[in-house]
């Protein structure tokens, strides 16, 4: 009895944890930047496959759901990812699960070239330049790290950056004690001010 008592316990507190992790990531590197001209900015994952899998999916209602809804006619949605295989971009196929999948009919653009996160932002860049808020959707810790980079890159945009609804409590909740994990490995290139910094970039 014990013994199941405990294992329950570490059970909730890995995902606590977890969870704790993925909200901490969501608001780091962003603040409360105004104005009427929204980007939202979703980065793609490896898909091999003729059409968006899973995550990709995921990524895609979690941009769409990101838009703010009274700025959602002054709002364009960057899809962002190159093609990892013969299959098509990334990009290409979040924008059509977007479109004739979830029926998304506003303004929608595509970076189909990048093939690394680094590239996803510089790549993406020039499509930045005249908005007034940036929100990078992804899983909070790679969404992070986008941020991180376009810190690097360009730290004047980087002070448009505003929170994505790329976390919500209790989603993804079995997984998110291993996503935390891999965030950790991931983001180990980040230096100590890009993982903690708050609304202050």
């Given at each position: 009895?014990?013994r199941r008592t ?17 909200w901490?990531?969501?608001r780091t ?7 009427a ?17 899973f ?6 209602r979690?941009?769409?759901r990101s838009i703010?809804p009274?700025?959602a006619?002054?709002?364009?949605v960057?899809?962002?990812g ?15 699960h ?5 029926g998304?009919?506003g303004?929608?653009?595509?970076e189909d070239?990048?093939r690394?996160?680094?590239?996803n932002?510089?790549?993406v860049i020039p499509?930045l330049?005249?908005v007034d808020?940036?929100k990078?959707?992804?899983?909070p ?11 690097r ?12 609804d790329d ?19 991931t ?11 708050k609304?202050?970039?």
């Open positions: 009895m014990r405990g294992l329950a316990m570490a059970g909730v507190a890995a995902l606590a944890w977890g969870e704790w992790w993925n901490r990531w969501s590197l962003v603040g409360t930047s105004g104005g001209a929204e980007a939202v900015v979703v980065l793609g994952y490896r898909n091999p496959q003729a059409t968006a899998n995550i990709n999916r995921w990524r895609v979690a941009g769409i703010t009274d700025s006619r002054a709002t364009r960057i899809f962002s190159g093609a990892t295989s013969s299959a098509a971009a990334e990009a290409q196929l979040m924008a059509e977007a479109t004739s999948v979830l998304f009919d303004t929608v653009l595509l070239q990048s690394t996160t680094w590239e932002i510089t790549n499509l330049e005249d808020r940036i990078i959707v992804s899983q810790a790679h969404a992070l790290k986008a941020r991180a980079y376009l810190r890159q360009r730290p004047d945009l980087a002070k448009r950056l505003v929170r994505a976390y919500r409590p209790g989603e993804w909740l079995i997984g998110k004690p291993l996503l935390a994990l891999y965030g950790l490995w983001l180990r290139c980040l230096q100590a001010d890009e993982r903690k910094a609304a202050s970039l």
